[in-house]
């Protein structure tokens, strides 16, 4: 795997392509896609009526498919397309297909050791994928899908009792687990949702639902031993392996630790919690009142408000936070440490840390514009096409990608150039 400390960081901006309009011949193409080091782009594209393949540059893969879609680069820059060939699906990697076929796939998963894991479903079977191997098991349901940090573990939420139409007397004795690796919990539950791995892919938890009325957090398969009218997506303190989640009690949402409430069921919601790495800040997205979300770290909400709060992403030593302020679904906003920055956004994407955690960027787009920021600052040229800014190992350059005039670029610039 290619580090980010290997790629070209020097200053200064390269064409990645001269033109990303359509090839000759081609009767249409897709959005960009920039490699992680940006250097290069990729599109679907239609080769001919119904044959489509992916444009690299000014290259095509020699393979052609009945139909392609969600190209994702990989993040040691392989790319991957999910492909049709003879009525079935499966995944190309730089071209070649697996040759594992499935009935259907989507939503492609990558592990930072370089697996690569896919939903899949197989006669109506349900599960995942790893690197072109299955679960041994499939489920007649499967969703909620969900990869330890390295990707070496998967998870998902199974229906493990079939149901008949209307069978609501089956239903409510449990019909849904979590399985890892394909395994499910001995125990099944009326639902579960959005089961979670700790930092080392040992453990997981999920929200489950115990009866009608009661909700509560297995960890391991175990529930804790209180339940509360509705539970959010619970987080694993990297620290202690405690497990918190947001919990709502007497009609007020607070956060439980291991059962136990530790933040005062005093919120009108309280979603997203996030750990920073050693465990001392608990941070999560709040509404103190109706209608008026914000961030809070350790229960203590910031004082900027909005109707609704997005993308809340920590500095890698958690100490910062940063998220999305959403005033009506036209005007965004980026709000860091409790400061809002100037401006506001048609949209905004969630916001990056540098590894050192001393800046942050964002891409945003104002009409058919797209526009990179740093700390606040937009750089002075816009984009009509745009990839995700990413931060130089040493924090003080940031990598842009994107279409200007036409041409796919590259720019490496320092952030105190913005």
């Not at 820059?77 to 079935?88: K, S």
């Not at 690197?131 to 990869?147: D, H, I, K, M, R």
């Not at 892919?201 to 639902?209: E, F, I, K, S």
């Not at 008026?292 to 992403?313: K, Q």
Request: hydrophobic share 40%.
């Amino acid at each position: 795997m290619r580090s980010p400390t290997a790629w070209d960081w020097e200053l200064g901006r390269k064409v990645i392509a001269e033109s990303v309009a359509p090839l000759e011949g081609h009767l249409w193409q897709e959005e960009a896609q920039f490699a992680p080091d940006g250097s290069a782009f990729a599109a679907v594209v239609c080769v001919e009526e119904g044959a489509f393949s992916l444009r690299v540059n000014d290259t095509v893969w020699d393979t052609t498919f009945e139909k392609a879609w969600y190209p994702r680069y990989t993040p040691d820059g392989r790319l991957t397309a999910l492909v049709q060939i003879d009525g079935e699906w499966t995944l190309a990697v730089d071209g070649t297909p697996w040759e594992e076929m499935y009935g259907f796939v989507w939503d492609t998963h990558f592990g930072s050791n370089g697996d690569i894991i896919l939903p899949v479903q197989q006669d109506m079977q349900y599960g995942l994928s790893i690197n072109g191997t299955p679960w041994e098991t499939l489920y007649e349901n499967a969703n909620n899908f969900s990869v330890s940090p390295s990707g070496a573990r998967t998870a998902a939420v199974v229906q493990t009792v079939s149901l008949g139409q209307a069978d609501i007397e089956t239903y409510q004795k449990g019909a849904y687990t979590v399985a890892i690796d394909g395994e499910p919990w001995p125990r099944v539950f009326i639902n579960a949702w959005t089961p979670v791995f700790d930092t080392h892919g040992r453990r997981v938890a999920a929200q489950v639902r115990l009866s009608l009325y009661d909700y509560t957090i297995a960890v391991d398969g175990e529930p804790w031993p209180v339940t509360f009218p509705c539970v959010w997506e619970p987080v694993f303190d990297p620290a202690t392996g405690s497990v918190a989640a947001p919990v709502r009690k007497d009609g007020r949402w607070g956060m439980a630790l291991d059962g136990n409430l530790i933040w005062p069921a005093s919120f009108f919601q309280c979603w997203h919690p996030r750990f920073s790495p050693d465990g001392r800040r608990l941070w999560a997205i709040v509404a103190p009142d109706y209608g008026s979300f914000t961030v809070a770290c350790d229960g203590i909400p910031w004082g900027n408000r909005f109707p609704v709060v997005s993308d809340l992403v920590l500095s890698p030593d958690g100490s910062r936070a940063a998220a999305v302020g959403n005033h009506d679904n036209t005007r965004f906003s980026v709000i860091v440490d409790d400061k809002v920055w100037p401006g506001e956004w048609d949209m905004v994407w969630a916001p990056v840390f540098s590894a050192d955690g001393a800046h942050v960027a964002v891409k945003a787009r104002k009409g058919d514009t797209f526009h990179f920021i740093v700390d606040g600052k937009p750089w002075r040229e816009g984009f009509s096409q745009a990839g995700t800014p990413v931060f130089g190992p040493d924090g003080d350059r940031l990598l842009m990608c994107g279409v200007q005039n036409g041409a796919a670029v590259r720019h490496i610039v320092a952030c105190n150039d913005f």
